[in-house]
């Protein structure tokens, strides 16, 4: 399928095209909205105020000599897999070289640490999953070797807010979940007496 929907570099151009500018969006320069074209034998488009505008530019793929068809897969090789993924995965399915396949992952998760975080989860009705996980082997900053990190996760609906808390007790917990989830949802956890 994907390769059905991207066959070439064109159709990749194409498609960062439309969900950036297609017939929504405004010329940067004019402001006005449609009468775009292509710039033959350039990844570049052209709007009738005769300003030309880079479509890759504020994207991964700026200034890089990889295929947008390899980044694309990469995209969807992330957005795929929820454990992440290696660069020697990436590296055997695209046929890169270590050095180019190191450099993509980097750019995939540059980008898709930019999305914004959402305020708040949940809602009226909505199932919120709460939980808290001690993590002996991470350090955090002024803290010794031995003690624990404790990470608070709220997940609900493919979203999730993680996040150091001080400590497991009641208080702590009950005022991150009022910060970060909506009022009407639904909240499920574990029987971890400060949830009560």
């Known amino acids: 399928e994907f390769c059905r929907r991207f066959p070439d570099e064109d159709a990749c151009l194409e498609f960062i095209f439309e969900k950036k500018y297609g017939d929504h969006s405004p010329c940067p320069h004019c402001g006005k909205i449609g009468g775009w074209g292509r710039v033959r034998g350039a990844k570049k488009y052209f709007h009738s105020c005769r300003r030309q505008i880079s479509v890759l530019k504020g994207t991964p793929f700026y200034c890089s000599n990889l295929s947008l068809a390899a980044c694309l897969y990469a995209i969807l090789l992330f957005s795929n897999c929820s454990s992440g993924v290696r660069t020697s995965f990436l590296r055997k399915q695209l046929g890169l070289i270590p050095k ?89 956890t574990d029987d971890w007496r400060a949830y009560k």
Request: positive net charge.
């Open 100 to 188: 180019s396949s190191h450099r993509l992952c980097n750019l995939v998760r540059l980008h898709m640490s930019t999305y914004d975080r959402p305020m708040q989860l949940g809602g009226d009705g909505s199932l919120v999953e709460v939980d808290e996980v001690l993590l002996r082997h991470v350090r955090s900053p002024g803290k010794n070797r031995n003690e624990a990190t404790i990470i608070l996760g709220i997940a609900c609906e493919g979203k999730v807010l993680t996040g150091i808390v001080a400590d497991r007790k009641r208080q702590t917990l009950h005022a991150n979940i009022l910060k970060y989830v909506k009022p009407g949802s639904i909240i499920v």
